[in-house]
């Protein structure tokens, strides 16, 4: 299996979950999961209300989990997924986006976002069309370890 193939596992495992959050509860705190060498994947989530940390906080300390876990050579693929407002740059709009970052041991990088509508009186979450882009390389890349998810100049805000 390629690198996109295996992240692309990971995401797919991710979206489930975080569109039931979103209906049982309109939001969601940063969760994730890895792969680890041998290929299981494995689920990992923050810990609390979100009251404690911020969403922002909680995604740093994931995100640092996961470097010292590839750091450590234990991981394969990470999938990081967050709860955005992705703003558009060409009229300064904005919409409720899930954002999942995706790295791979073997180079692979990338950030996918799905727009989405919460329509509460139904119970359910309408996507709108799915954006991808390169990702930052934050998590295999030792250039970039000090690196947070600070950065903004993907168009997403955390919430």
Known sequence: MNSKAEVELLMNEMVPFAKQMLVE??????????????????????????????????????EADFR???????????????????????????????????????GYSAEVFYPYQLNAECGNVVF???VAQEGHYRIFNSDNSSESLTRDDDGAESK
């Open 25 to 62: 509860y309109g939001e969601f705190i940063p969760f994730g999961c890895f792969s680890n060498r041998d290929g299981t994947i494995v689920h990992v989530g923050g810990q609390g209300t979100g009251e404690e940390l911020s969403n922002q906080d909680i995604a740093a300390l994931l």
């Open 68 to 106: 010292e876990s590839a750091r450590r050579e234990e991981i394969r693929a990470s999938a990081l997924v967050c709860d955005v407002k992705l703003r558009n740059a060409a009229d300064g709009s904005s919409s409720d986006a899930i954002q999942i970052n995706l790295d791979h041991v073997d």
């Open 128 to 130: 709108d069309s799915i």
